[in-house]
Nanobody, 125 residues
């Protein structure tokens, strides 16, 4: 079972940028990958997804134009570049591996059987 592990979270001010990384204990080869986030008391929110081997990406409405998902298949790593961060982006961010190579803009967390432990992102105003 490939286990994603996130890194790169932290505390930043509004308007700053962060890049999250998601590495694999094995390989993400052949699988679509995604980022979700969750705030206590709220449902897990879809942020971005990328198909295998890359080239097709999808974003949640709240982050379009500010966040970019990418993958480096040689390094078995998925990235989430977050620009123009807002206090509303504060959440725990999770990396997830899809059950197959393709996903869509309607990705649901139930389509992803493997999740990382999450990394906290806090944006101060």
């Amino acid at each position: 079972q490939v286990q994603p592990v996130e890194s790169g979270g932290g505390l930043v001010q509004a308007g700053a940028s962060l890049r999250l990384s998601c590495a694999a204990s094995g390989t993400f080869s052949g699988y679509a990958m995604a980022w979700f986030r969750q705030v206590p008391g709220k449902e897990r929110e879809f942020i971005a997804a990328i198909n295998w081997p890359g080239g097709f990406t999808y974003y949640g409405d709240s982050v379009k134009g500010r966040f970019t998902i990418s993958r480096d298949n040689a390094k078995n790593t998925v990235y989430l570049q977050m620009n123009s961060l807002e206090p509303e982006d504060t959440a725990v961010y999770y990396c997830a591996k899809h059950r197959g190579p393709f996903t869509s803009a309607r990705a649901q967390h139930t389509d992803f059987p493997s999740w990382g432990p999450g990394t906290q992102v806090t944006v101060s105003s």
